[in-house]
């Protein structure tokens, strides 16, 4: 039936932890997702958790902890946030690349600078080519779920790749909110114990790992890292098939919110598909055909099934929480279009940057893109696709 | 109740302002309600006027944004009246509630732009008489339920007790002080229009 409970995203992710009981954690305290290793070492201390957890100096040495005891056989997670990510970067392609299945709770922050400390996508979308799986969440309930979903994705052996489960940073990280929470037990056999088949303290089978690979193998490596990429995406939806199982709650690739019959949507990640939600509902009373496609899975990017999902529209809004500061839009927007055209779908598709450094998207905010997908069909013209949502001064 | 009451509290930084929305949270989600608790994090300092934010309703809520025309406005340090415009966006139908000692003409003044009506209470008096301190955010929360009638007196007391007994684990003894600030308070808040 679930626990009926009301958490912040940070207590979630931290009690979703707290119930996989991994065998280590390290991690190096960020704004907005200290919390996350804070709860955490606490469920350590109190014995609530048998993790070996590691109190590193910085986020290199954090990544390079979890590879190491990942590498070794152990199952392995951690939280970062924006400039912690950044200082990890050596260690996350390594990570993917040794094919080491860790677990990251990223909570989106603006990477620096100027400094700050609020939520946009800027730390995630600059890991999005890093070969690890990107998760995206809308509010704490989904950040849990993700997490709890994490590591059966993670560690499959069609896919052995990294994962990081998203969410934003204050907006959900901080915001408390109903939640249903699954069963200890539950969890523990749904997640099930870890065994490895290839890991370096297995002396029966002597390895080695990240060793030297030059021009005849590098290429052969990464072809096959990005079919793992591929493979996860079957992967991520018999998980989640089986999650559904557990607890009712039904996750995809993406979600279709009002999809079906939709003339104008909005592409979106994390917690402003609420918002637009919301907006949808209210667009919808007033005879207005507006619907919503949340993508879950950024990474591996289901262009093809969002192609489809997006087939019938008549405009589509791209909102990115990033800029991607290329002169052409948003990286979200950037693959929605390009698969696209791979699928031969020439329907009208405009990009906002939105949301960057914590500027906050209303409700009236969703409603201007909505008159503005009217607009462009009605008069059928589209004259500048990469846009600003909610900026001060020329647009 | 109406479906979705949205609440904007006024602080500043160490009043306990952010504290109080999560209790209300709290105490608005043991009712069986769906909730949102959430800070507007700034440049958080002692002193520093900040803002936090519930959303109480009956259906689960998806918003995700700061609260631009709320239902209800507490304000939690009068000095804030006119220094930010507390009443922003308030709802002529709903109310404004205010810790301060000062006259209703003076209130009645300095937000002579606001149709709804206006409350007040003594949260210090109310505070130093049972807790010894000045912890204005307790007599506050009180004041908001009994002005928004989320919940009866009764409903509200019997929850934070148990809500007390929980945060206040290792201090039982401020448990008392604080069941008394909330009584009073309910007992205190008056309207001024």
Redesign the interface.
Known sequence: MGIRE?LSGNEAVAIAMKQINPDVVAAFPITPSTEIPQYFSTFVSNGQVDTNFVAVESEHSAMSACIGSEAAGGRTMTATSANGLSLMWEMIYIASSLRLPIVMSLVNRAVSGPLN??NDHSDAMGARDSGWIQLFS??NQEAYDNVIMANRIAEHEDVLLPLMVCQ?G???S?????IELIEDEKVKAFVGKYTPKHYLLDDKNPMAMGPLDLQSYLFEHKAQQAIAMKNAKKVILEVSEEFEKMTGRKYGLFEEYKLDDAEYVIVCMN??A??V??TVDQLRENGVKAGLLKVRVFRPFPGEEISKALSKAKVVAILDKADSLNGQGGALYEDVVSAMYNEKLTIPAVNYVYGIGGR????KDIKSVYDDLMEIDNSKKLDNPYRYLGLRGDK | MQNLIEIRWHGRGGQGAKTAS?LL??AA?NTGK??????E?GPERMGAPITAYNRISTE???????I?EPDYVVVVDDTLLEVVDVASGLKSTGAIVINTTKDNEYLKNVLKDYEGSIYKIDARKISIETLGKYFPNTPMLAAIVKVSGIMSDEEFLNDMIGSFKHKFAKKPEVIEGNMKALEMALKEVEKVK
């Open positions: 009301r400390i609020h809308e509010n934003d204050f907006i959900t901080h915001s408390i909110e109903n917690s402003t609420g918002t939600k919301q906050d998207t209303t409700s | 999560l949270a709290d989600f769906y909730i949102q608790g959430f800070p994090y689960p809520i998806t918003i995700h944004s700061n631009y």
